[in-house]
Nanobody, 117 residues
């Protein structure tokens, strides 16, 4: 399985960015895709996650500002980030999780998001 991310960059506080991730390879159609982020000196944390059935969950810090969506036919997931804050600055990683006998986790290479004040 490969995950390819796009859409990171530099934006001013209050601005918007849209991240995209495309998954390819052999995977279960029942899965969850999500975005995690890791800021310097901090642990990687969940930002948002969406299942193939459309169930979503968000970190409290991004609720109301970020929206996750997916296209099951294309195996893609998107993260629309609005009202960005400097504390959103991090490397954002796409994640794919599904269970075939055991839990399987796959990660993208990461994309940098920098929000200037």
């Amino acid at each position: 399985v490969q995950l390819v991310e796009s859409g990171g960059g530099l934006v001013q506080a209050g601005g918007s960015l849209r991240l995209s991730c495309a998954a390819s390879g052999s995977m279960s159609s029942t899965n969850a895709m999500g975005w995690y982020r890791q800021a310097p000196g901090k642990q990687r944390e969940l930002v948002a996650r969406i299942t193939s059935g459309g169930n979503t969950n968000y970190a409290d810090s991004v609720k109301g500002r970020f929206t996750i969506s997916r296209d099951n036919a294309k195996n893609t997931v998107h993260l629309q980030m609005n009202s960005l804050k400097p504390e959103d600055t991090a490397v954002y990683y796409c994640n794919l999780n599904f269970r075939v006998l055991v839990d399987r986790n796959y990660w993208g290479q990461g994309t940098q998001v920098t929000v200037s004040s």
